[in-house]
């Protein structure tokens, strides 16, 4: 009698129990890093790298510093204009042209490092046109402090920090404003940029902006006053232009503003910021 041969029996799997249904939590929107490079910015940045890269090099660096480097020997009415390269041309584009010239790598890292946190926010709050115009002033600014105060030097300068210091100056009248990009209560990079700025006269009574005034002025005299050099390539500050940059943008700082400005507010919101 034959045994009875196996039968496999499917094993049925459990029923599959629907998991609850979980709310959608909301999306929060990611927040910009504030040091994000805005496009005007970007693009300064590159030129400063691309001129002293493809421009300065060995073979031309002494003719295109002196043509395009800001020598106040130049403006001697003594001197005849031919004596210099550019001619009289020289003398109106020099005013801005030297700014875009570097002496070396850390010339222009010591600048771009400045930049980063400032010329940021100041490029997305005025916008590439605006900025660019900006930078150019402060340049020229600078360049007029530095033919008040060396009115016969021969040596040239170049170097954008006079620009580099517009940018500073311009940035605190709104930078510790609350909700800006130097406060404690911050949003995006974008918002932080476009937070109503301070007067003239309010941001002279904010404590913070003293504080800032008194550490930058004190630290551009000690360094012109010990004729202190910059990097490996013994480059002089300048700090008569820097000066003459920062109050340019200090005191320029609202004819290129375009955010509309609510004093009481925005004294209010410092005020609340600093407590």
């Known amino acids: 009698m034959s045994r009875p ?23 929060v929107p990611a927040r910009e890093p504030l040091l994000h490079l805005p496009g005007a910015l970007t693009a300064y940045v590159l030129m400063l790298g691309i001129i002293h890269l493809r421009v ?16 106040p020997r130049r403006y001697d009415p003594t001197l ?17 042209t030297y700014s875009l010239l570097h002496a070396g790598i850390s010339h222009i890292g010591f600048n771009v490092l400045w930049l ?15 900025f660019f115009v900006f930078m150019a002033v402060t340049a020229a600014a600078g360049a007029l402090a530095h033919l008040v105060t060396h009115e016969h030097a021969l040596e ?31 949003g995006d990079a974008d918002a932080a940029a476009k937070v109503p700025a301070q007067t003239l006269r309010q941001a002279l009574r ?9 550490i ?11 004729s202190i050099a910059i990097g490996a390539e013994g480059v002089s500050v300048a700090w008569q232009a820097h000066i003459g940059g920062f109050l340019a943008g200090l005191l320029l700082f609202s004819l290129f503003d375009p955010v509309p400005r609510t004093p009481p507010d925005a004294a209010r919101a410092s005020l609340n910021d600093q407590a």
Not at 20 to 27: A, D, G, N
Not at 56 to 71: M, Q
């Open 56 to 71: 300065l090099s060995p073979d031309l660096e002494d003719w295109t510093v002196a043509v395009f480097g800001f020598i």
């Open 116 to 130: 980063l946190p400032f010329g940021s926010a100041l490029a997305r709050r005025f916008g590439a046109l605006r």
């Open 5 to 27: 041969s196996k039968v496999a029996v499917p094993v049925e799997s459990p029923p599959e129990i629907p998991s609850p249904i979980s709310p959608e939590l909301p999306q």
């Open 216 to 226: 930058w002025f004190g630290v551009n005299i000690i360094f012109g006053m010990g």
């Open 80 to 96: 005849l204009a031919a004596g210099f390269p550019g001619g009289e041309g020289a003398k109106a584009w020099t005013f801005v």
């Open 156 to 186: 040239p300068m170049i170097g954008a920090s006079a620009s580099v210091s517009g940018t500073m100056a311009a940035a605190i009248r709104f930078a510790f404003v609350r909700g800006s990009f130097l406060s404690f209560s911050r």
């Open 206 to 214: 904010d404590r913070r902006v003293l504080a800032f005034l008194t």
